[in-house]
């Protein structure tokens, strides 16, 4: 795919007004991300989903802010034309809203990122949403099932399948563009939940598991291919097994290795004129005789 021109927050407002919908994909390093720009996905997430995808941690929460620069700087090179977030990880912005400022700004300054991420819709996240975009950053919001909080929700459960659950998400909503956000993203939600919290505000609506009424959708890079599989989440669609072919491959080469197969010298090895492998086999066999 040709280079395009970078997207910003201001097309992402006139997408939403002209319901033209918004592609978004996780990625966490170099040849991911160089993928998703050929494909033109229009928004990469450089996700504390990393914490499971790429280092196997149970959860997110043993992420560190140095992990995701370097995962953040990874995507920025592999897709330099792509609108890209970093993700705050836990405990980067709960504390103050010094740490917000000083962990979003190292997004920006340290790895060229387009915006940051952060959860949750208590009284402190959104003075940490108000103080990072009064700093001069794009923040998008993030709600319903929320990983960092999931102690406190009793797991990666769905979220907003009552009345009063799906009232508490829309107020959440509209406090979070009060408090400043750009986007918001929405997670794990009943489809009507997440059509009465895309209404009620008037700054794009990203779904993940949240229907279909949303300004565009995200899913986990390594979900969608078929590259994760401790754990598939109801949401996913699969597009691909990429899992499977890496498994062929490997158990190929391995086969071939073990049965001579691979390399074949000339066709798997560097060539020299005859002469030359003549006199190197003449001149080892008489040095080391």
Not at 52 to 70: A, C
């Amino acid at each position: 795919m040709a280079d395009v021109k970078k997207k910003t927050i201001v097309d992402f407002r006139k997408m939403k007004a002209e319901g033209d919908k918004i592609t978004w994909l996780t990625g966490y390093d170099y040849l991911t991300a160089k993928y998703e720009e050929r494909a033109g996905v229009e928004m990469i997430l450089v996700g504390d989903s990393a914490g499971n995808v790429m280092h196997g941690y149970k959860d997110t929460w043993p992420v560190t802010m140095d992990e995701m620069i370097s995962h953040a700087k990874a995507v920025r090179k592999g897709a330099p034309n792509t609108f890209c977030v970093g993700d705050m990880p836990f405990m980067s912005y709960q504390i103050s809203n010094e740490d917000a400022i000083i962990n979003a700004g190292r997004f920006i300054k340290e790895a060229d990122m387009d915006a940051i991420k952060l959860e949750g819709y208590t009284k402190s996240c959104l003075e940490r949403i108000t103080a990072i975009n009064d700093a001069g950053m794009v923040v998008i919001g993030h709600i319903g099932l929320t990983p960092q909080f999931a102690a406190q929700l009793g797991g990666n459960k769905a979220q907003g399948k009552s009345l009063e659950a799906a009232v508490k998400l829309v107020k959440a909503a509209k406090d979070i563009e009060a408090a400043g956000a750009s986007m918001i993203l929405v997670e794990g939600v009943p489809a009507i939940t997440g059509k009465a919290i895309h209404d009620a505000v008037s700054i794009p609506v990203l779904g993940i598991g949240a229907g279909s009424y949303m300004d565009g959708q995200l899913l986990i890079f390594a979900d969608m291919v078929g590259y994760f599989d401790d754990f598939t989440p109801k949401f996913v669609k699969k597009y691909g097994n990429v899992g499977e072919v890496l498994l062929k491959s490997f158990q190929d080469y391995c086969a071939e290795v073990k049965g001579g197969q691979f390399p074949i010298d000339g066709v798997h090895a560097y060539k020299i004129k005859e002469e030359e492998a003549k006199a190197i086999e003449e001149a080892i066999a008489k040095e080391f005789k």
